[in-house]
């Protein structure tokens, strides 16, 4: 699922929840069109794609998560180098 799709969701469920047309534009699939022409939100289905935009979500801040990890590393590492540097000039 697309990062930005997972956003976009999150935002039509979270600020527009009660304009059926708001989120008719962006998730379809979630608006209803009875007889007489209203429209209602399926929240049964918006359940449904707000845990899977969580989910994707939580994927991505782990990854995130670990990349920050491995650039403390290496940042470490390369202020051991250069303070091995610093000290041989010396």
């Known amino acids: 699922m697309c990062l930005?799709?997972?956003?976009?969701?999150?935002f039509a469920a979270y600020s527009v929840a009660s304009e059926p047309l708001d989120v008719e534009k962006v998730l379809p699939e979630l608006v209803r069109t009875d007889k007489?022409?209203?429209?209602?939100?399926?929240?049964?289905?918006l359940t449904a794609v707000l845990v899977e935009a969580i989910k994707a979500q939580q994927v991505r801040m782990e990854n995130q998560e670990a990349?920050?990890?491995?650039?403390?590393?290496e940042i470490e590492e390369l202020?051991?180098?250069?303070?091995?540097?610093a000290s041989k000039k010396l």
């Open 4 to 10: 930005l799709f997972v956003g976009i969701c999150c």
């Open 36 to 45: 007489d022409g209203r429209k209602s939100l399926s929240y049964d289905k």
């Open 67 to 73: 990349e920050i990890a491995s650039q403390r590393s």
């Open 79 to 85: 202020k051991a180098m250069v303070r091995e540097m």
